[in-house]
């Protein structure tokens, strides 16, 4: 069985601006996926960089207020909401909330920094 506390993983600054904490990815040696899972967080007023992914991502908002951007398009997220982004459309979230925007973020095959190129 394999659990983990976000609170006891380490924080980094990922291409996009945004607070990540990996939760599961199979470079970490302890599962084996195809896909990885983050705890995200954007503060209050901030925006993540525009940005493209080589692969796939889905967002599950967890607490918060946010606009999306993807591609042409916006869309308000709130808790509870679920978001695909396609591969290599430009992206980009911003907190338009009162809180700290959380969400988790699922990349499939899992996110690498190599595949994520920041566009500001």
């Known amino acids: 069985m394999l659990i983990k506390?976000?609170?006891?993983?380490p924080a980094f600054i990922a291409n996009d601006g945004?607070?990540?904490?990996?939760?599961?990815?199979?470079?970490h040696g302890d599962c084996r996926l195809d896909?990885?899972?983050?705890?995200?967080?954007?503060a209050v007023g901030e925006a993540t960089?525009?940005?493209w992914l080589e692969q796939s991502e889905v967002y599950f908002i967890l607490?918060?207020?946010?606009?999306?951007?993807?591609?042409?398009?916006t869309a308000?997220?709130?808790?509870?909401?679920?978001?695909?982004?396609?591969?290599?459309l430009e992206q980009w979230i911003e907190?338009?909330?009162q809180c700290t925007l959380r969400f988790l973020a699922i990349c499939s095959p899992?996110?690498?920094?190599?595949?994520?190129?920041r566009l500001d």
């Open 5 to 9: 506390r976000v609170s006891s993983l």
């Open 18 to 27: 945004c607070l990540i904490r990996e939760v599961l990815h199979p470079s």
């Open 35 to 42: 896909y990885s899972l983050a705890l995200a967080e954007v």
């Open 49 to 51: 960089y525009r940005h």
């Open 63 to 73: 607490e918060g207020e946010g606009d999306l951007h993807i591609g042409t398009e």
């Open 76 to 88: 308000r997220v709130v808790a509870g909401d679920a978001a695909v982004i396609p591969p290599q």
């Open 95 to 97: 907190n338009v909330g």
């Open 110 to 117: 899992p996110w690498q920094s190599n595949a994520d190129h």
